[in-house]
């Protein structure tokens, strides 16, 4: 079992930053690839970012050149660095680990969710 606990949403003005993170419970963290997704209200969950556990990553286009994923296996976390942001980028931001599937973008792939933190950009 693996508890993932986000951190660092808010509100801020479009063109800001926000930085997430995502503390996990397990030293065994580096064996899984990890996901930020995000869903805004009446809408699916969307795929934003992957990283997985030799550093590769993947983006939505949405998000790439924006966002940056990045993990420290040393302190179990998994980042996600927001620049640029829009009004779109308005939703609950949920941290994701996967034990077998590597920069997924569908959620079903994903084993372990957080509970989520809420990013409002105001226009």
């Known amino acids: 079992q693996v508890q993932l606990v986000e951190s660092g949403g808010g509100l801020v003005q479009a063109g800001g930053s926000l930085r997430l993170s995502c503390a996990a419970s397990r030293r065994t963290f580096s064996n899984y690839a990890m996901g930020w997704f995000r869903q805004a209200p009446g809408s699916e969950r969307e795929f934003v970012a992957a990283?997985?556990?030799?550093?590769?990553?993947n983006y939505s286009d949405s998000v790439k050149g924006r966002f940056t994923i990045s993990r420290d296996n040393a302190k179990i976390t998994v980042n996600l660095q927001m620049n640029s942001l829009k009004p779109d980028d308005t939703a609950v931001y949920f941290c994701?680990?996967?034990?077998?599937?590597?920069?997924?973008?569908?959620?079903?792939?994903?084993?372990?969710w957080g509970a989520g933190t809420q990013v409002t950009v105001s226009s």
């Open positions: 990283a997985n556990w030799d550093g590769d990553t």
């Open positions: 994701a680990a996967a034990r077998r599937f590597s920069l997924s973008i569908y959620p079903s792939s994903y084993d372990y």
